[in-house]
């Protein structure tokens, strides 16, 4: 049985927080109001701030199915809604060829049933579950081109899927969907009006020491204090990728294997890969700003 949705703000945040998802007040607000609408959420934010975790921690706190379309460039409707399963098509047919058991209109009424189809995220989303409409994250729609947009507004305005050898196919139950963007480009208005819309910043230091703490219980307490001061002054910095909550969370888990209690020069140069992924960035901070971001995070 799967858990009822939440009945305030309050407790949707505490139900965030016992799945190790630490959100501040707004975001809790717009998920409470999205799940009670039944409305999309449209996340956007930079990469690592916690958009696709958001969906994953709503589908196991809530003990719904998880279906994750990871978008790209190229995507169409065969690896997004489905596709017919081809080679058990033919083989149906050679045998029905064999056999002589069938003419060619039921023939082709048989291979292009349901049980030739092969379901992709979005059409999986609209069936119906045992554990309740499922969580739908379509992740990073900024790298799909855009006529991938315009085909997500049928399954967004009414939750449904006209497949043309078989017909509309529409959800009883619409599913929870999560669509996330890191703003590499513009997304349509029609699919943003269809959603609740919310941007997802990079945490301040109270909070980004309270997700330091969730996820990483164990970890030195004044090396925690440390890493979130060192990141929130390296944030100020113009680089190419600012490092992201899950930066900090891999750097202090870095630091923990290494057995550092306190922050150092030579450390943190050795560790910086795991902070910064471009060299550029690297090679800026280690030649120009180091000492200060150390002093800051004293």
């Not at 975001?27 to 701030?49: C, D, H, K, N, W």
């Not at 990871?70 to 997004?80: F, T």
């Not at 080679?87 to 048989?110: H, P, T, W």
């Not at 140069?269 to 971001?293: A, C, W």
Request: charged content about 30%; aromatic content about 8%; some cysteine.
């Amino acid at each position: 049985m799967t858990r009822a949705l939440p009945r305030s703000v309050n407790e949707t945040a505490e139900i965030l927080a016992a799945g190790q998802y630490i959100a501040d007040r707004n975001l809790a607000t717009t998920l409470y109001v999205s799940l009670s609408m039944q409305r999309p959420i449209f996340l956007e934010g930079e990469a690592g701030v916690g958009k696709t975790e958001l969906a994953k921690v709503v589908a196991e706190r809530f003990e719904r199915n998880l279906l994750r379309l990871q978008c790209y460039e190229g995507l169409d409707v065969a690896s997004a809604v489905y596709e017919w399963n081809y080679a058990r098509q033919m083989v149906e047919i050679r045998l029905s060829e064999a056999l002589g058991d069938r003419d060619r209109e039921s023939l082709a009424e048989d291979i292009f049933s349901e049980r030739f189809l092969i379901t992709r995220p979005l059409l999986s989303a609209l069936e119906p579950s045992q554990n309740g409409a499922p969580v739908l994250l379509i992740d990073e729609l900024d790298r799909a081109d855009e006529p991938f947009e315009a085909f997500l507004l049928e399954v967004l305005a009414d939750y449904q899927v006209t497949i043309p050898e078989i017909g509309t196919i529409q959800a009883a139950e619409p599913p929870i969907v999560f669509i996330t963007s890191n703003r590499t480009r513009e997304i349509h208005d029609a699919l943003k009006r269809r959603c609740l819309y919310h941007w997802i910043d990079y945490p301040d230091a109270t909070r980004e020491l309270a997700i330091l703490a969730t996820r990483l219980p164990d970890a030195d307490k004044e090396l925690s204090r440390q890493v979130v001061n060192f990141i929130q002054a390296l944030r100020k910095i113009d680089l190419f990728k600012l490092p992201g909550v899950a930066e900090s969370i891999d750097w202090l888990t870095a630091l923990t294997v290494l057995g550092e209690r306190k922050l150092s020069l030579d450390t943190v140069r050795l560790t910086l890969g795991v902070l910064l992924k471009y060299q550029d960035d690297i090679e800026k901070v280690e030649n120009m700003e180091l000492p200060r971001l150390l002093t800051e995070a004293e």
